[in-house]
């Protein structure tokens, strides 16, 4: 339950970055952020595999 939770969280969490990145102005935010949504959800997707959320057969 807390592994989803967790989870859950990260891909909301890189979602809420990415509409961000497209909601902003500038270019050198944009990327930031964009990158920031790049590392939460590659982090995230790590998690899900280490606790056996995604199998990989």
């Given at each position: 339950?807390?592994?989803?939770?967790?989870?859950?969280?990260?891909?909301?969490?890189?979602?809420?970055s990415?509409?961000?990145?497209?909601?902003?102005e500038?270019?050198?935010?944009?990327?930031?952020?964009?990158?920031?949504?790049?590392?939460?959800?590659?982090?995230?997707?790590?998690?899900?595999?280490?606790?056996?959320?995604?199998?990989?057969?």
């Open positions: 339950m807390v592994n989803q939770l967790i989870s859950l969280s990260g891909m909301l969490l890189s979602a809420v990415i509409l961000l990145a497209l909601s902003t500038d270019p050198f935010v944009a990327a930031f952020v964009k990158a920031l949504a790049l590392l939460i959800g590659l982090y995230t997707l790590g998690f899900m595999h280490k606790t056996g959320m995604i199998d990989n057969k």
